[in-house]
């Protein structure tokens, strides 16, 4: 079972070998953060977030492995992600808010047999 924290920090940096582990970020100034996984997997838990400006940036790879981000359903997000037989799912239900305040989160990095998904509730 994977280790849990939380964290209130305004950004991360989680390295997951042959493990893993949940996060829920509670940041009231979130800035981003990088995830790598190597056979193992994380779950980035973000809807308590609020950003620190207008976008933040995170950067994904996943060797072997899979990441799951949750995020707040009004921020909008652009995915720039390299699969190799891998992928990245965006499994939101809600569409993107065109609103020149709304935040912006953009997703970058790789997977190889890898994947993720993002999601919000």
């Known amino acids: 079972m994977p280790e849990e924290m939380t964290s209130n920090d305004d950004g ?10 949940n996060i829920r970020m509670e940041s009231q100034q979130f800035k ?4 790598t996984c190597i056979f193992g997997g ?3 838990q973000m809807t308590r977030c609020h950003m620190a400006g207008n976008s933040a940036v995170i950067e994904m790879t996943a060797i072997f492995s899979g990441v799951k981000m949750i995020i707040p359903r009004e921020w909008n ?3 720039e992600v390299v699969s190799i037989f891998g992928g990245f799912n965006d499994k939101r239900l809600y569409t993107q808010n065109n609103a020149d305040n709304t935040p912006t989160l953009y997703i970058k990095g790789v997977t ?3 994947g993720g998904e993002l999601i919000s509730y």
Do not use: Q
């Not at 989680?14 to 582990?21: M, S």
């Not at 981003?32 to 995830?35: A, L, N, S």
């Open 112 to 114: 190889i047999f890898g």
């Open 77 to 79: 997000v652009k995915v």
């Open 42 to 44: 994380s779950e980035l």
């Open 12 to 21: 991360f940096d989680e390295i997951a070998v042959f493990g893993g582990r």
């Open 32 to 35: 981003g953060g990088k995830v």
